[in-house]
């Protein structure tokens, strides 16, 4: 991997497994954003950091047959499991490619690009976007899905554990490798990178009871965050007891008959203007 590689979650098989889960998760949330920004049949479109391929095989039901999805990702492994699930779901019209979304060139008569948790993961979000915007044909569309995780995974009513968890899961503001606060920045990003101002979704995932996912989803994304946590904050993993924490959350949320909300998802979109790059 690169030595501009600033992927704060890591490489691994466990990372590629939950990105999986975590689109289980969030699917109806970015279903229902793509759609109010318009993304539909026919229509080609480019998915920035595709990782496991989800957000581009949500695009490729929405675009159907007669449309296209390209996706792009700077981790060429994570791609071979996105082509195999593009293949066995059967889309003849889903490429992916590898490359970084800085700088990899494209063509430029693209219906809308997309993206969900990336520009949080890219050093210069806003020149990543202008950049993005060149592969946009005018009145192209803009589409990002995005977390600020200055609102944690909260449970209702908290607990000591619940509030432990929401400590581990706010990495301090300044952390290397990723924009903590994407979410509530994109309209500023849009409108630096030369676009007009974005219309805005806010949804956030909640649930309960005993065979709800987002306690093993949870879990895992602090086991991903792990070394990184470690290292910006000093925390002790032996601290987290991460093998138990998914049970151990799931006891304590389903004892109570209470419930937890997930990070909430911040959707920005807009059309590429005449005047843009
Ligand atoms: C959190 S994952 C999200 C994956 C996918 N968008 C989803 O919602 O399931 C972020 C992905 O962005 C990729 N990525 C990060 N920086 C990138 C860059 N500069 N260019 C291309 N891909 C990048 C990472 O390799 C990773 O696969």
Do not use: C
Not at 47 to 71: N, T
Request: glycine share 10%; hydrophobic share 40%.
């Amino acid at each position: 991997m690169s030595s501009s590689d600033t992927y704060v979650l890591g490489r691994s098989e466990s990372e590629t497994r939950r990105l999986i889960l975590q689109h289980q998760i969030y699917a109806p949330l970015t279903r229902r954003f793509f759609e109010a920004a318009g993304i539909g049949a026919g229509m080609k479109v480019l998915d920035v950091g595709s990782g496991a391929g989800d957000v581009a095989l949500l695009a490729a039901e929405l675009v159907g047959p007669s449309g296209q999805v390209v996706g792009i990702d700077m981790n060429p492994t994570i791609l071979e499991t996105a082509r195999s699930r593009a293949t066995s779901a059967g889309w003849t019209n889903v490429t992916f490619l590898t490359g970084d979304a800085r700088e990899l060139a494209l063509d430029t008569d693209f219906d809308a690009v997309v993206g969900r948790w990336v520009l949080m993961h890219i050093p210069d979000p806003v020149a990543t976007l202008h950049h993005l915007v060149t592969h946009l044909r005018i009145g192209g569309i803009a589409a990002f899905h995005e977390n600020d995780f200055t609102y944690p995974p909260t449970v209702f009513p908290p607990t000591d554990l619940s509030r432990q968890i929401q400590r581990w899961s706010i990495p301090p503001h300044g952390t290397p490798g990723r924009e903590t606060r994407m979410g509530t920045q994109l309209l500023k990003t849009y409108l630096a990178a030369g676009l007009p101002e974005p219309q805005l979704i806010v949804e956030a995932v909640a649930g309960g009871g005993p065979d709800w996912p987002g306690y093993e989803y949870l879990a895992e994304t602090l086991r991903s965050l792990m070394p990184a946590l470690k290292g910006a904050t000093g925390i002790d993993p032996a601290e987290i007891g991460i093998d138990t924490l998914a049970a151990r959350l799931r006891d304590d949320v389903v004892g109570r008959q209470g419930i937890m909300m997930l990070p909430i998802m911040f959707g920005a979109w807009s059309r590429k203007p005449a005047h843009a790059p």
